[in-house]
């Protein structure tokens, strides 16, 4: 990745590339191609309406829609400002959309036609927003993007933005049924690419950009792994090509039409792509390298993947605290008949440090399990409004990632566990207290403890271990339709076991890996 001084703020993407490369390809989403003289000047136009409105500097500004070069336009827009963007997951319930545009005091929305309904359902709940602006043309009320954003001046705001002042605010599912805004600085986007520069050390093959590579993006950009992924390839000048979503057809379908050469997706998607029929045809030439994350890739996806698309693989462990960075497993190690490296989440890049750490925050030898923690300049600032969370998570420039594991000789991590009871399933992270707590609403469960079981399909399933109350009798169908009222469908349990009671230890804490055993048995690590 090449390294600009120039570019200080996510701001100054916009205005480095529209004065030097003003022509070129910035975005294609569907029928619409934006160049990047067109993309500085459309978020000028933004800033400028944001201050219009009378926004102060570091105001929250939520987005909830599906992935378009708009919501890129906005995060840029906001940066120039000096405002915050926070993504809203817009898989998430009602009352989950509710509590996160609150939490964030988020004083404008803009909003997808399609969540209208959602929008309409919660707004009476809603304490801070002020104004909804819909991302579609249309006769409703309700003002339009593109004719809000036109009719503002395209003159550069000229807003003093410090590198250290807040980006993005993105939204992590919560150890205590909560989700937690996680405060993301403008330098800690471009930090590693400083850092390496200074290093002297050669950039590898993988992560050498240039403006001539085609990117696409088919990640949630609600996720670090969408919003990150697009501005890797924004700050590198290149083209970046958007789905609305992901879809196996549609994956295929551009890098068919675009000669894609990095694309960033998760292993379970990946195996969609593979079954699709369409895949069988076509042209991966292009492809340079797929880079993946949330989980590592099992060895017969990615035996079948290097066959297919005859392209380098990167594994990256990270978390949204430390924007995706942390490790990486090279090309290299990608072996289709697996070695021992494969198992591992790989190894640090100049300017991070991975340490792993007993309960005292002692440094432990290799091979030895304890918390896995990270320093890099790209670690998360805190959490919104949280300190308590902030102190128990970023302790003395180390986010402590609630992962268990031990690194060997040769520096490459290996994850074993997890502290937390966190569930990754499909690349989504969903914590098992927020489950608990929604479906502890439903009036015949007396005790209820949810736990992350295998699954081939999307890595791990979330399962409820359900008590029911005397004389109460609840189908699993009763308390699935249950749950979907109030999480998104991604944290609903997949199945439901009934038990007389949950076993726990003197204090009255459930005994979750005394759950979780049998459903682990016979496997290496309890991750998967």
Known sequence: MPYYPQIQTLGDIARYHGSHRPDATAFVFQDRVTDYATYNRYTNQIANGLIAEGLKPQARIAVMGKNSDWYYELLVGCAKADMVTVGINWR?????????????????????REFLPLYEQIKGDLTCVKKVILLEDSDDALPCFAQWRDAQPDTDPDVEVKPEDVAVQMYTSGTTGHPKGVMVSHRAFYAANEVLDRSGEPEEEWSTWTDQDVSLNIMPNFHIGGTGWALIGLYAGAKNVVLGEFTPAGCLQAIRDYGISKLFIVPAAMQFVLADPSCATTDFSALKYIVYGASPIPLPLLKQAMEVFQCGFIQLYGM?????YGTYLPAEDHDPNGNPRMRSAGKTRPGIEVAIKDAEGRTVPNGTIGEICISSPSNMLGYWKRPQATQATLIDGWVHT??????????????????????????ENVYPAEVESALFGLPGIADVAVIGVPDDKWGEAVKACVVLKPQVQLSPEEIIAFAKEQIASYKVPKSIDFLEMLPRNPSGKILKRELRAPYWAGRERQVN
């Open 92 to 112: 998430l319930a009602p009352p989950e959309v509710s509590y996160i545009l609150n939490d964030a005091e988020a004083s404008v929305l803009f909003l997808a």
């Open 320 to 324: 949204t605290e430390t924007i995706g």
């Open 402 to 427: 609630g992962d268990a594991g031990y690194k060997d000789a040769d520096g490459y991590v290996f994850v074993q566990d997890r502290i937390k009871d966190m569930i990754v399933s499909g690349g």
